[in-house]
């Protein structure tokens, strides 16, 4: 996993570093550099870079120097002069290299437009020549942050730039991944420039940290991981087939419904074991996990207390996720892992569902908490994991209960609840974004091909 610090964080490192302040520097421009000219700043091309008076600025006289002595024609717009030592060093050796300095002003032709003003250090009140150049159509490859962009929330308060890729040093930020920092950083580059350390406050989940079990070659159906979806009331049934099914295609080995629709659920899906909720309280200790809630109307909830009282792994979703539930869920040795959108978590947790409440919901209650949107937080009350993958194609009806049916398989399948959670959010995300290359997403369609991605 890669951590991702707190701006504040990264600032302390930045301040404890006792390196060469100039060849870190040196490096941070070079990346910069590289990163213009894998957008096309090569020979002849016309760039300009908008310099602050710090070191973000001290880093884009240097991007502006190389770039140089790559053939393209690069000029750097000072908002003020450098004020930063090292920052006025970097300037000088750009100037001796024939980089043309000049004052901000109107905004002029370019092929490229590097933002090396703030870093994400300035958030309101930008000077008006500032905020003409966010109107920009030219691409911007912003320095650390976008300007305009709050570096620890990801919040922008009035203006930011838009940038295609955004070049940070050392370590992911909290603004790159957190509220409208993916929507304006772009492409996010970690570059290595010397300057290591610092606690993370989350994690940013990758493929290696989303493991999918191997079955054995003895397994059974009924050893190769048991699901049952208890949901399904009437006018729902349809979300509880979409979590049966997902879980069956992610790789469980026998999926049941529990449901007081039985009948549809087979006629819609018979491949599906179904029964009734009492059957199912009766025949709990067939099964590895239990998924209560897709297609659970509140009439119903009174019926299945009794499975939460009696299953060994829950995963709450949909009419599941209520506080009376999760507290009969989490009661006793019961592992739970619950699955909120937004507006769930509020009224379940009394607060937004920011990286800090949902780390103490989850560490409160004892449970795996799977905060859904993009990106999707998943913490067990330790720090939160963060998953990227996927997309506004999975902004469509069902496609969460497909995301529980995969939970629930992996759960069974061997994993840890958090480990669950984690690679199922990583894979549903994936799929999401593999299906919507050819065709529109649709729960029904996504529930059968996350199947390409069970093993």
């Given at each position: ?7 504040e964080e990264y600032r302390r490192v930045d301040q404890a570093y006792t390196g060469d302040m100039d060849q870190a520097m040196d490096r941070a421009g070079f990346a910069v550099a590289l990163a213009g000219a894998r957008v096309g700043a090569g020979y002849g091309k016309r760039v300009v870079v908008l310099a602050g008076p710090g070191n973000n600025g001290g880093d884009g ?171 399904g009331s009437t006018g729902m049934v349809g979300a509880s087939v979409l979590a049966a099914r997902s879980a069956l295609h992610f790789g469980a080995g026998s999926v049941a419904v529990a449901s007081p629709r039985a009948d549809l659920v087979t006629a819609a899906a018979p491949e599906l074991l179904t029964m009734s909720f009492e059957e199912a309280e009766e025949r709990l ?171």
């Amino acid at each position: 996993m890669k951590p991702i610090l707190t701006a504040e964080e990264y600032r302390r490192v930045d301040q404890a570093y006792t390196g060469d302040m100039d060849q870190a520097m040196d490096r941070a421009g070079f990346a910069v550099a590289l990163a213009g000219a894998r957008v096309g700043a090569g020979y002849g091309k016309r760039v300009v870079v908008l310099a602050g008076p710090g070191n973000n600025g001290g880093d884009g006289y240097v991007a502006a120097r190389y770039l140089r002595r790559r053939g393209a024609a690069v000029e750097v717009h000072a908002l003020t002069a450098p004020r930063a030592p090292e920052a006025s060093r970097a300037a000088a050796l750009a100037r001796d290299r024939g980089v043309p300095i000049r004052d901000l002003a109107a905004v002029t032709d370019a092929d490229l437009v590097i933002d090396a003003l703030f870093g994400g250090g300035s958030r309101s009140g930008l000077p008006p020549e500032v905020v003409a150049w966010m109107s920009t159509n030219v691409p911007v490859l912003a320095v650390d942050y976008p300007t305009g962009l709050d570096p620890s929330t990801g919040d922008v308060d009035d203006r930011a730039f838009r940038a295609i890729e955004t070049v940070t040093f050392g370590a992911l930020k909290t603004g790159h991944v957190r509220g409208q920092g993916p929507d304006h950083c772009g492409r996010v580059t970690v570059a290595d420039i010397g300057i290591e350390g610092g606690e993370a406050s989350m994690w940013l989940a990758e493929e290696d940290d989303a493991p999918r079990p191997p079955r054995t070659r003895r397994a059974h159906k009924w050893s190769a991981g048991a699901v049952l979806v208890a949901g399904g009331s009437t006018g729902m049934v349809g979300a509880s087939v979409l979590a049966a099914r997902s879980a069956l295609h992610f790789g469980a080995g026998s999926v049941a419904v529990a449901s007081p629709r039985a009948d549809l659920v087979t006629a819609a899906a018979p491949e599906l074991l179904t029964m009734s909720f009492e059957e199912a309280e009766e025949r709990l200790d067939r099964f590895d996990v239990v998924i209560v809630g897709p297609g659970l109307d509140e009439n119903d909830r009174d019926a299945v207390m009794a499975i939460l009282g009696k299953a060994s792994r829950v995963l709450l979703d949909a009419g599941g996720i209520d506080a009376s539930m999760l507290d009969a869920a989490a009661e006793g040795p019961t592992e739970v892992v619950v699955t909120p959108h937004a507006a769930e978590f509020q009224r379940l947790a009394g607060v937004g569902g920011g990286a800090f409440s949902v780390r103490a919901h989850a560490h409160r209650k004892g449970v795996v908490v799977l905060l859904k949107g993009n990106p999707t937080l998943i913490s067990d009350g330790s720090e939160p994991i963060l998953v990227r993958t996927g997309g506004p194609e999975l902004a469509t009806i069902g496609t969460g209960d497909v995301l529980s049916g995969m939970i629930g398989a992996l759960w069974a399948r061997g994993l840890d609840a958090r480990s669950a959670a984690v690679s199922a959010a990583y894979w549903h995300g994936v799929a999401g974004a593999d299906l919507a290359k050819g065709a529109t997403v649709t729960a029904d369609a996504l529930a059968r091909h996350v199947g390409r991605f069970a093993w």
